[in-house]
């Protein structure tokens, strides 16, 4: 069943982020989380899409980690913020 599957990914589907992902996954081999997200993107958008646009589905629950999501909220730098504190807590202190 997988062999039809990757030959049709490898005869069909765009050159694109995931598309070895996916073709590893079907074969057996073992994924990095990362890898297993890039690899369901790349299968669940018909293995058409590069990775460089927003594929716009917010109810997918891989959405907020998608490179190119339009919406991604920026994570807090921890090292920087606790620079922050502690200068706040040194001003603080004076």
Known sequence: MNEK???DIKRHGKTARGKQELIK???????TLKQATLAKCYDCLCYMVDGRQ??????????????????KQKRK???????????FALEGAK
């Open 5 to 7: 599957i990757i030959s």
């Open 25 to 31: 996954h079907l074969e057996g081999g073992r994924l």
């Open 54 to 71: 927003d594929c716009k589905m917010p109810k997918c629950s891989l959405y907020p980690f998608m490179t190119f999501n339009e919406n």
């Open 77 to 87: 730098n921890s090292a920087a913020h606790g620079q922050n504190m502690a200068s």
